[in-house]
């Protein structure tokens, strides 16, 4: 099939993701991806810098994981997991229990990372209704906080400046405080914030089934950075009022913040852990919601018997065999030295966009490097200018940002500058046009 012929159906019939009919930006077609290239049907070949949507840490076309999943294929694709269990979901459970913090020791599998995120949810609401307390079943969080597309997700998220306020009196109404201080490098935690979050859950904590929140970094919410020591605090907090901390590593986990796991930096443990994106490297969906004993001993104890939770392709034999071999893959990397190397290359070359006017902050944090407008980017003209300079990312807001693979090089993190830089000139050049009109 012809990239003509491929473009038209989808703008016939493809729905894409955030988007309605047409696609304001219409899709590129892509042909073939290969280590952090994106080659176009037309042969453009662009860096990728965004891991596709954060999860292709390894690149595309991993040989150690292409031979994985080649070698499940021919064992078995799928078979269902209820009454039944496989190699590759017992290694990959013990993989994790091994390399997340203590005492987190029961893995639950999922499809994707806000299906995680829904398990979560109901591993706190389940627990305390197993306890004999069923008041507590309501969350608090942050604002700034994304946490997934489905209905207990859509409730953590931010409530106004988020994309799912169109369904406020639909989704359950929860607890939300101000955003997080940003992360001031060398500075001391907000004793003040801790001190209102002390207050909301001393407050709340007959009826606070759990706290939710995006350790270190808020992904799709706003792409911001707090310290690592509120964290520290929250979890101190927790414990004393008695509620459940989730922390959702969807985004985080795997090495992104130059951590293995965001809450290691806090030297912490969740009673909840979401884990996703990465896992598999990017080849295949799969999530996990890993917990303590504890509370899947006293869930287990309660009405429901257990978790009342199945997805269908839950621990697919192919996703695990791949997220094993991920996982070795990451262990046998440099990942701990390189993090931090492209962390600073991407800081260094996009230093020059602070003087830039239009620009209100560009910030970095292990992989993640992120430029923030003053008004929202323009997405077509933001596309193509990065497109042009040979870089693939998808700006949202006012964020242009980028998370590329760790295997990236230096040439190819200077190209993810240059994109950046470009994306965010074309959009305030746009914004100044139509301000003098």
Not at 11 to 35: I, K, L, N, Q
């Amino acid at each position: 099939m012809d990239s003509v012929t491929i473009a038209e159906i989808d703008a016939e019939h493809v729905w894409h993701p955030y988007g309605g009919f047409p696609s304001t930006t219409g899709p590129r077609v892509v042909r073939e991806c290969e280590g952090v290239t994106i080659t176009l049907a037309d042969g453009t070949e662009l860096v990728d810098g965004m891991s596709s949507w954060w999860a292709a840490v390894h690149g595309y076309r991993h040989p150690r994981l292409d031979a994985a999943l080649a070698e499940q294929a021919g064992k078995m694709s799928h078979v269902m997991f209820g009454g039944l269990t496989h190699q590759p979901a017992a290694q990959l459970a013990a993989k994790l229990v091994a390399m997340t913090p203590e005492p987190l020791r029961k893995v639950f599998f999922a499809d994707s990372g806000s299906v995680s995120v829904e398990v979560a949810v109901k591993m706190a609401v389940q627990y305390w209704r197993s306890l004999g307390r069923p008041d507590k079943r309501t969350l608090l969080t942050w604002r700034g906080g994304y946490h997934g597309d489905t209905f207990a997700p859509m409730s953590v998220c931010d409530p106004e400046g988020g994309m799912h306020a169109m369904w406020r009196g639909v989704i359950a109404d929860q607890v939300f405080v101000p955003a997080p201080p940003d992360a001031r490098e060398g500075g001391a935690v907000d004793q003040a914030y801790l001190a209102m979050l002390d207050a909301e859950l001393e407050a709340r904590r007959d009826h606070l089934a759990a706290v939710i929140v995006e350790p270190v970094v808020q992904g799709a919410g706003g792409m911001r950075f707090h310290s690592p020591e509120l964290i520290a605090g929250l979890r101190r907090l927790c414990d004393r009022h008695d509620v459940l901390l989730i922390c959702d590593e969807i985004a985080t986990g795997f090495g992104r913040t130059g951590t293995l796991f965001a809450v290691d930096a806090a030297e912490v443990s969740p009673d909840i852990m979401c884990l996703g994106k990465a896992l598999t490297g990017g080849y295949l969906t799969l999530a996990a919601t890993l917990t303590t004993d504890r509370i899947a001993e006293v869930i287990s104890r309660g009405e429901a018997g257990g978790l009342a939770h199945g997805p269908t392709f839950m621990a697919n034999p192919l996703a695990c065999a791949v997220a094993c071999t991920s996982l070795d893959v990451l262990a046998d990397s440099a990942w701990r030295s390189r993090v931090p190397e492209i962390g600073r290359r991407l800081a260094d070359g996009l230093a020059p966009l602070r003087r830039v006017s239009g620009v209100v902050d560009v910030r970095t944090l292990g992989a993640i490097a992120v430029v923030e407008l003053d008004g929202p980017v323009d997405m077509v003209a933001a596309t193509d200018a990065a497109v042009a300079a040979g870089l693939w990312v998808r700006p949202f807001r006012n964020l242009i940002y980028a998370m590329p693979p760790f295997i990236i090089d230096d040439r190819q993190l200077d190209v993810v500058v240059a994109g950046m830089s470009a994306a965010a000139h074309a959009s305030l050049a746009t914004a100044t046009r139509e301000l003098a009109s």
